[in-house]
C-alpha cells in the first residue's frame, strides 16, 4: 500500500477509534510556553562529586552559575547550591569548564531576547566551587581581575579552544585582539594563577585552534574578515595554508586519537553534507567513520577519557544513531541506555575516572531530562527535567519528510501534526526559521510549533537552501536569494502541503522570527494567493538598512558577510525588502518587534508600520520596551502567544471565513 492510498484511508479508520482518541487536545496554558528553563547547560565535575549548572532567574531575566553536590541533587535538594556566580544583567555563561575538581571557567554571552542565540563577549572568568578566588582572566575589561594592572592591553575576544587531559588548571584561550584584524593567538592559561604564555599565532583574524598532546598549535581554521573558509597547519616555525584538493571544501579538525597519531575531523570534499573522518595529520590513511549522502554528521558522541567518539547522528531527518565503534563499553552502554529510554540518549560527559557519566534524553516531544549512571552498577538516576511543567504525552508528534522544489532539488520539510485531529485538510502554519545561513529546524522539540500544534493548527517548516545541516554548497545557494529562490522553496513546501492534502488550502497564514519575520511578508508578496494572513517578529523589512542600523553591520566581518548574503546592490535590495512592496500585501499582518531589539532594530518595525500605512493594508502592532530580539520577560511573552492566537484565530480559527 503507498503512503499515500494509506494516510486517505486514515479520516475512515478513525471512525472506529474512541471519540476521546480523536477529539482535540485539551488547550495547554499559554504561561507553560512562556516560561523559560530555571536550569540548563549542566557539566559534570572531574571527580563526579558537583554538578555545575546554569540557572535562569524567571522573574527578573538574570542569570547565573550554580555549583551543586550531586548528592543534594539527587535527594532533591536544590535550595540551597553550594555557589552561586551571579551576572550583570543579560549576561550569562555560555559554556562552563572544568579545569580542576574544584575550580571552574564561564565564557561569558549576552542574550538580549528569547530568541537570539547567546551571543559570546569573548570574556572568561574563573571560581572555585564554594565562590571563592574568582578572576577576570580574558576580556575587553582591563581593569577586572587580579592582574588588572598588565592586562591593558586585553582588549579583544578570548574563546576556549581546549583543555588538556587529564585537567591540570590550565585551559587553552584563542584570541582576538580588537583594532587589529591581521592576527589570531592561541595561549595556555594557569586559570589558578593567571598566567598564560603563547603557543601559536598566526596573521589571520578569526581562526579557531586544534591544540596537540604536546601543548601546540597545530591547525588554525575558519572563516576569515572575507568570510572565506581557510585552512592552516603548522609544518615546523610556520603556517602552510592547505588547499582545497586536500580538506575539501570544508575541513574542521575535531582532536587527536588517544594515541596522537591520527585526527578526528569534520570534512566535505565537494561540498555536500560533512562527513566524520579519521585520518593522519598529513592527510594520508582517510577512513569514513560516519557519512550520510541527505545530511550532515552531527552529535557526535564520545567515551571517558581518553576521548574518542563512537557514534553520530544525522543533521536530518529522525536522527538516526550511526556507529562506528560498538566494541567500545561506551558504545554498548549507549545502546542499552536508547533501549530504555524513547528519545536521543547524549553523552554529556563523565567523571575522569570514567565511573559516573551525565547524559540527557530529549525528543520532538521531551525538551530536555538530565540524568546521572553509575557505570560500575549502572544505576541510573535522574537529575532535572529541563521544562518540568512540560508533559511529553501531550505534546505533538514531528514528522521530518521530504519533497521536491520546484526547480525539483529535493527539500525537507518537518510538520507538527496537532494531537487528535485527522492529519487531513487541516488549518495550517508556515513557520520559517530564522538565520537564515546556517540555521535549520530540526525533530527535536520546538516551543513555538508545539504551542501552535496545540491550538489545533498543523505546522509546516521547511529547511529552503541557505539552511544548516547540508553542507556548504546547500549553505551558499542561498546567498543573494533571499527574496527570491529562499522564498520560493518556502512557498513550494506550502503547495507540496496542500498536494499531499495536509492543508486546507483555504486556512493557511505565515508566522516567523528574525529572517522568518522577513519571510512572513516576502511569501506573502511572492504568493499572495496562498495565505490569509502573516504574523513578522523581530522582523528584518529594509535589507539597505541592515548596513546601517544593527549589530550585524558594524564591524568588517558582519559587513563581510552582508556583502555575500544579500549584495550592496541598492536596486536589488529594494526589489526585496517588504517595506518596498507593501502595496502587493493584501493580507492583515501582526507586527511584533522589541523596542530595545540590538540584531533587528526596532527601526525595522516602524519601516514597516510605516509602509503599510503609506499603502492603506490593514495591520495590528505590538511592541515592547526593554524587550531584544524577542520576548525575554514572561508577562510579555504571555501577551505574545495571547496576541498571536487571537490573530490566527481570527483569520484560519474554526470560525473563520473562507
Given at each position: 500500500?503507498?503512503?499515500?492510498?494509506?494516510?486517505?484511508?486514515?479520516?475512515?479508520?478513525?471512525?472506529l477509534?474512541?471519540?476521546a482518541?480523536?477529539?482535540a487536545a485539551?488547550?495547554?496554558?499559554?504561561?507553560?510556553?512562556?516560561?523559560?528553563?530555571?536550569?540548563?547547560?549542566p557539566?559534570?565535575?572531574?571527580s563526579?562529586?558537583?554538578?555545575a549548572?546554569r540557572?535562569?532567574?524567571?522573574?527578573?531575566?538574570?542569570?547565573?552559575l550554580?555549583?551543586?553536590?550531586?548528592?543534594d541533587?539527587?535527594?532533591?535538594?536544590?535550595?540551597r547550591p553550594?555557589?552561586?556566580?551571579?551576572?550583570?544583567?543579560?549576561?550569562?555563561?555560555?559554556?562552563?569548564?572544568?579545569?580542576?575538581?574544584?575550580r571552574l571557567?564561564?565564557e561569558k554571552?549576552?542574550?538580549f531576547?528569547?530568541?537570539?542565540?547567546?551571543?559570546?563577549t569573548?570574556?572568561?572568568v574563573a571560581?572555585?566551587?564554594d565562590g571563592?578566588?574568582?578572576?577576570?582572566?580574558?576580556?575587553?575589561?582591563g581593569?577586572?581581575?587580579?592582574?588588572?594592572?598588565?592586562?591593558?592591553?586585553?582588549r579583544g575576544?578570548?574563546?576556549?579552544?581546549?583543555?588538556?587531559?587529564?585537567?591540570?588548571?590550565?585551559?587553552?584561550?584563542?584570541?582576538?585582539?580588537w583594532?587589529?584584524d591581521?592576527s589570531?593567538?592561541?595561549?595556555d592559561?594557569?586559570?589558578?594563577?593567571?598566567?598564560?604564555?603563547?603557543?601559536?599565532?598566526?596573521?589571520?583574524?578569526r581562526?579557531?585552534?586544534?591544540?596537540g598532546a604536546?601543548?601546540?598549535?597545530?591547525?588554525?581554521y575558519?572563516?576569515?574578515?572575507?568570510y572565506d573558509?581557510v585552512?592552516?597547519?603548522?609544518?615546523g616555525?610556520a603556517?602552510?595554508?592547505l588547499?582545497?584538493?586536500?580538506?575539501?571544501k570544508?575541513?574542521?579538525?575535531?582532536?587527536?586519537?588517544?594515541?596522537?597519531?591520527?585526527?578526528?575531523a569534520?570534512?566535505?570534499?565537494?561540498?555536500?553534507?560533512?562527513?566524520?573522518?579519521?585520518q593522519?595529520e598529513?592527510?594520508?590513511q582517510r577512513?569514513?567513520l560516519?557519512?550520510?549522502?541527505?545530511?550532515s554528521?552531527?552529535?557526535?558522541?564520545?567515551?571517558?577519557l581518553?576521548l574518542?567518539?563512537?557514534a553520530?547522528?544525522t543533521a536530518?531527518?529522525?536522527?538516526?544513531?550511526i556507529?562506528?565503534?560498538?566494541n567500545q563499553?561506551?558504545a554498548?552502554?549507549?545502546?542499552?541506555?536508547?533501549?530504555?529510554?524513547p528519545?536521543?540518549?547524549?553523552?554529556i560527559?563523565?567523571?575522569e575516572?570514567?565511573?559516573?557519566l551525565?547524559?540527557s534524553?530529549?525528543?520532538d516531544?521531551?525538551p530536555?531530562?538530565?540524568?546521572l549512571?553509575?557505570?560500575?552498577?549502572f544505576?541510573?538516576s535522574?537529575?532535572?527535567?529541563?521544562?518540568?511543567w512540560?508533559?511529553p504525552?501531550?505534546?505533538a508528534?514531528?514528522?521530518?519528510?521530504?519533497f521536491?522544489?520546484?526547480?525539483?532539488?529535493?527539500l525537507e520539510?518537518?510538520?507538527?501534526?496537532?494531537?487528535?485531529?485527522?492529519?487531513?485538510?487541516?488549518?495550517?502554519?508556515l513557520l520559517?526559521?530564522?538565520?537564515?545561513?546556517?540555521?535549520?529546524?530540526?525533530?527535536?522539540?520546538?516551543?513555538?510549533?508545539?504551542?501552535?500544534?496545540?491550538r489545533?493548527?498543523l505546522?509546516?517548516q521547511?529547511n529552503?537552501?541557505g539552511?544548516?545541516?547540508?553542507g556548504?554548497?546547500?549553505?551558499?545557494?542561498g546567498?543573494?536569494?533571499?527574496?527570491?529562490?529562499v522564498?520560493q522553496?518556502?512557498?513550494?513546501g506550502?503547495?507540496?502541503?496542500?498536494?499531499?492534502?495536509y492543508?486546507?488550502?483555504k486556512?493557511?497564514?505565515?508566522?516567523?522570527?528574525?529572517?522568518?519575520?522577513?519571510?512572513?511578508?516576502?511569501?506573502?508578496i511572492?504568493a499572495?494567493?496562498?495565505?490569509?494572513?502573516?504574523?513578522g517578529?523581530?522582523g528584518?523589512?529594509d535589507?539597505?538598512?541592515?548596513y546601517?542600523?544593527?549589530?550585524i553591520g558594524?564591524?568588517?566581518?558582519?559587513?563581510?558577510?552582508?556583502?555575500?548574503?544579500?549584495?550592496?546592490?541598492?536596486?536589488?535590495?529594494?526589489?526585496?525588502?517588504p517595506?518596498?512592496?507593501a502595496?502587493?500585501i493584501?493580507i492583515?499582518?501582526?507586527?511584533?518587534?522589541?523596542?530595545?531589539?540590538?540584531?533587528?532594530p526596532?527601526?525595522?518595525?516602524?519601516?514597516?508600520?510605516?509602509?503599510?500605512e503609506?499603502?492603506?493594508?490593514?495591520?495590528?502592532w505590538?511592541?515592547?520596551?526593554?524587550?531584544?530580539?524577542g520576548?525575554?520577560?514572561?508577562?510579555?511573552?504571555v501577551?505574545?502567544?495571547n496576541?498571536l492566537?487571537t490573530f490566527?484565530?481570527k483569520?484560519?480559527?474554526e470560525?473563520a471565513?473562507?
Amino acid at each position: 500500500m503507498s503512503y499515500r492510498v494509506a494516510r486517505a484511508l486514515l479520516p475512515v479508520l478513525s471512525l472506529l477509534l474512541p471519540t476521546a482518541a480523536i477529539a482535540a487536545a485539551d488547550l495547554i496554558p499559554v504561561e507553560d510556553f512562556a516560561r523559560h528553563a530555571q536550569l540548563s547547560m549542566p557539566r559534570l565535575s572531574p571527580s563526579g562529586e558537583y554538578l555545575a549548572v546554569r540557572m535562569d532567574d524567571n522573574a527578573n531575566g538574570d542569570h547565573a552559575l550554580a555549583v551543586y553536590r550531586v548528592s543534594d541533587m539527587l535527594a532533591s535538594n536544590m535550595e540551597r547550591p553550594l555557589m552561586m556566580l551571579r551576572l550583570p544583567k543579560y549576561e550569562l555563561p555560555v559554556n562552563t569548564i572544568w579545569v580542576s575538581p574544584t575550580r571552574l571557567i564561564v565564557e561569558k554571552g549576552k542574550q538580549f531576547g528569547s530568541i537570539d542565540i547567546p551571543m559570546y563577549t569573548g570574556e572568561i572568568v574563573a571560581t572555585d566551587i564554594d565562590g571563592k578566588n574568582q578572576d577576570y582572566l580574558y576580556g575587553y575589561d582591563g581593569t577586572a581581575g587580579k592582574r588588572a594592572g598588565t592586562r591593558a592591553r586585553d582588549r579583544g575576544f578570548g574563546s576556549v579552544a581546549g583543555l588538556p587531559e587529564p585537567t591540570n588548571d590550565h585551559f587553552y584561550l584563542g584570541v582576538h585582539l580588537w583594532g587589529n584584524d591581521q592576527s589570531s593567538s592561541l595561549y595556555d592559561v594557569d586559570a589558578t594563577k593567571n598566567t598564560r604564555h603563547l603557543i601559536g599565532d598566526i596573521g589571520v583574524a578569526r581562526m579557531r585552534f586544534m591544540v596537540g598532546a604536546d601543548g601546540q598549535a597545530h591547525y588554525a581554521y575558519g572563516e576569515n574578515n572575507d568570510y572565506d573558509y581557510v585552512v592552516y597547519h603548522r609544518e615546523g616555525n610556520a603556517w602552510a595554508k592547505l588547499d582545497t584538493r586536500h580538506t575539501g571544501k570544508t575541513f574542521a579538525p575535531i582532536s587527536f586519537t588517544p594515541d596522537h597519531q591520527r585526527i578526528y575531523a569534520l570534512q566535505s570534499d565537494a561540498g555536500g553534507p560533512s562527513t566524520l573522518i579519521e585520518q593522519d595529520e598529513q592527510g594520508g590513511q582517510r577512513r569514513t567513520l560516519a557519512k550520510d549522502d541527505f545530511g550532515s554528521i552531527s552529535h557526535l558522541q564520545w567515551t571517558p577519557l581518553p576521548l574518542q567518539p563512537f557514534a553520530a547522528t544525522t543533521a536530518t531527518g529522525l536522527p538516526k544513531l550511526i556507529y562506528f565503534d560498538t566494541n567500545q563499553p561506551a558504545a554498548k552502554l549507549h545502546m542499552a541506555l536508547s533501549q530504555k529510554f524513547p528519545g536521543l540518549v547524549s553523552f554529556i560527559n563523565y567523571s575522569e575516572d570514567g565511573k559516573q557519566l551525565l547524559f540527557s534524553v530529549s525528543s520532538d516531544r521531551e525538551p530536555g531530562t538530565y540524568y546521572l549512571i553509575d557505570t560500575t552498577h549502572f544505576k541510573v538516576s535522574k537529575l532535572f527535567a529541563g521544562a518540568p511543567w512540560i508533559d511529553p504525552a501531550k505534546m505533538a508528534e514531528r514528522r521530518p519528510l521530504r519533497f521536491k522544489a520546484s526547480d525539483g532539488l529535493e527539500l525537507e520539510a518537518i510538520l507538527t501534526l496537532p494531537p487528535g485531529r485527522n492529519e487531513s485538510n487541516l488549518p495550517m502554519v508556515l513557520l520559517p526559521h530564522g538565520g537564515p545561513h546556517g540555521i535549520e529546524d530540526n525533530w527535536f522539540y520546538d516551543n513555538d510549533a508545539q504551542f501552535l500544534a496545540n491550538r489545533g493548527y498543523l505546522v509546516l517548516q521547511v529547511n529552503y537552501r541557505g539552511s544548516g545541516g547540508r553542507g556548504g554548497n546547500f549553505k551558499e545557494a542561498g546567498y543573494l536569494k533571499w527574496g527570491t529562490r529562499v522564498q520560493q522553496d518556502l512557498i513550494d513546501g506550502v503547495k507540496w502541503a496542500i498536494s499531499e492534502n495536509y492543508a486546507d488550502p483555504k486556512r493557511i497564514c505565515v508566522f516567523g522570527a528574525s529572517f522568518g519575520g522577513y519571510s512572513a511578508m516576502m511569501t506573502t508578496i511572492r504568493a499572495p494567493e496562498l495565505f490569509k494572513c502573516a504574523v513578522g517578529y523581530a522582523g528584518i523589512y529594509d535589507l539597505a538598512m541592515m548596513y546601517k542600523k544593527g549589530d550585524i553591520g558594524d564591524n568588517k566581518f558582519g559587513r563581510s558577510y552582508l556583502n555575500t548574503v544579500i549584495g550592496k546592490d541598492d536596486a536589488d535590495l529594494a526589489a526585496n525588502s517588504p517595506v518596498k512592496l507593501a502595496d502587493k500585501i493584501n493580507i492583515p499582518v501582526l507586527l511584533i518587534h522589541g523596542e530595545d531589539d540590538q540584531r533587528a532594530p526596532f527601526a525595522q518595525a516602524k519601516a514597516m508600520r510605516a509602509a503599510l500605512e503609506a499603502a492603506h493594508k490593514p495591520y495590528e502592532w505590538l511592541s515592547k520596551p526593554g524587550e531584544g530580539h524577542g520576548f525575554y520577560d514572561e508577562k510579555n511573552n504571555v501577551e505574545f502567544f495571547n496576541t498571536l492566537q487571537t490573530f490566527l484565530a481570527k483569520h484560519i480559527g474554526e470560525g473563520a471565513s473562507r
